[in-house]
């Protein structure tokens, strides 16, 4: 889902729908746990596949090919 829109109306239980990510896992970085600086929006399929792992690098689109 990637780059897709999250779903703000969606139930709890649906991919797409709003969950609260932990930039850096809470498990390895537990000082961060509630750090409004390491929350961000995910999708919740994304937010579970994801699980403890480190968490992509994704700047976005190019405006254009350099």
Sequence with gaps: MD????DY???DDMP???TVDHFHPVSTHPELGND??????AHRACNLARGNGEA???LGSLSEDW
């Design 3 to 6: 780059g897709q829109p999250i």
């Design 9 to 11: 109306a969606a139930g």
């Design 16 to 18: 797409d729908s709003f």
């Design 36 to 41: 409004p600086a390491n929350l961000r929006p």
């Design 56 to 58: 992509p690098l994704s």
